[in-house]
């Protein structure tokens, strides 16, 4: 898989927290494992594995961290545990 050059994880292909703090939200997906970043007040992050859209899915972690960029940075770190099935 290749990544962009602007992608924040050496995982997946995130966007840098401006995307995020501007109030997008962002979904993706690496072999089986999914996920999807709600952005309001705090990011608040799914996963989950399969195909399915995040409406359908059996959602497996759920987890919310602070809208600033050491929130973001300990979500892109949490997200990656997770699909290591290293998160607590």
Same mark, same amino acid.
């Given at each position: 898989?290749?990544?962009?050059?602007?992608?924040?994880?050496?995982?997946?292909?995130?966007?840098?927290?401006?995307?995020?703090?501007? +109030?997008?939200?962002? %979904?993706?997906?690496?072999?089986?494992?999914?996920? &999807?970043? @709600?952005?309001?007040?705090?990011?608040?992050?799914?996963?989950?594995? +399969?195909?399915?859209? %995040?409406?359908k899915?059996?959602?497996?972690?759920? &987890?919310? @961290?602070?809208?600033?960029?050491?929130?973001?940075?300990?979500?892109?770190?949490?997200?990656?545990?997770?699909?290591?099935g290293?998160?607590?």
């Amino acid at each position: 898989m290749m990544l962009s050059k602007t992608s924040v994880s050496a995982l997946f292909d995130i966007p840098k927290f401006y995307y995020f703090d501007s +109030g997008n939200d962002y %979904s993706g997906s690496l072999d089986d494992f999914a996920y &999807k970043v @709600f952005t309001g007040e705090t990011l608040r992050v799914l996963t989950w594995h +399969g195909r399915l859209c %995040s409406d359908k899915a059996e959602i497996e972690h759920e &987890k919310e @961290f602070d809208r600033t960029q050491e929130g973001f940075d300990a979500m892109i770190k949490w997200l990656e545990d997770t699909y290591n099935g290293k998160a607590e």
